[in-house]
């Protein structure tokens, strides 16, 4: 079953893991997430410098909001938190087409955390509610020197396309 579309986002529940509880992104989460997206190295393969607080607050209004400002996408986004003591550790994203079918994923992780499996348990968690939601195809983008992201991909079962987007491989799954 496909998620209701219209004028207005919808949520989707990502089911906790062993260890993650991923959940709604709000607003409020900024003033955590700002230290989580510190590193400068963070941003060697998504580009950009970390934010600040209000930057990201802002960045934040408009992504709850679940709709792209032209209203041909629904935005989902997670924050994804440690079971054992609720601190946040990264995010995971999905946008999808208006029609539900397609999804665009996406995921960090900050550096203090990463190498220990976050990133697989908490896509393959994300993956698991699109593929439950009726999306049929899920792609990410990710730069080809980055192999911890390109393990995580082929871990939420998505094979490279051998299509390069701003110089990220396309990696994809299709429903059966």
């Avoid at 997206?37 to 960045?59: K, Q």
């Avoid at 609720?86 to 203090?112: K, N, P």
């Avoid at 983008?141 to 094979?159: M, N, W």
């Amino acid at each position: 079953m496909s998620p209701a579309r219209g004028p207005t986002s919808f949520t989707l529940v990502v089911q906790p893991t062993d260890r993650l509880r991923v959940e709604p992104l709000r607003v409020e989460d900024a003033d955590e997430m700002v230290e989580v997206l510190s590193d400068v190295r963070l941003h060697e393969f998504t580009g950009g410098s970390p934010p600040d607080v209000e930057e990201l607050r802002r960045r934040y209004r408009v992504q709850v909001t679940g709709v792209s400002p032209d209203g041909r996408e629904t935005w989902l986004n997670w924050v994804v938190r440690l079971r054992s003591d609720g601190t946040a550790i990264g995010y995971v994203q999905a946008s999808l087409e208006r029609a539900g079918a397609d999804a665009e994923v996406a995921w960090v992780i900050g550096r203090a955390w990463q190498g220990q499996g976050y990133a697989s348990e908490a896509v393959g968690a994300m993956v698991m509610a699109l593929r439950a939601a009726g999306t049929r195809r899920l792609v990410a983008h990710v730069k080809a020197d980055h192999a911890a992201s390109r393990r995580v991909a082929e871990r939420a079962g998505l094979v490279p396309t051998g299509t390069v987007v701003d110089d990220e491989d396309e990696w994809e799954w299709r429903a059966p």
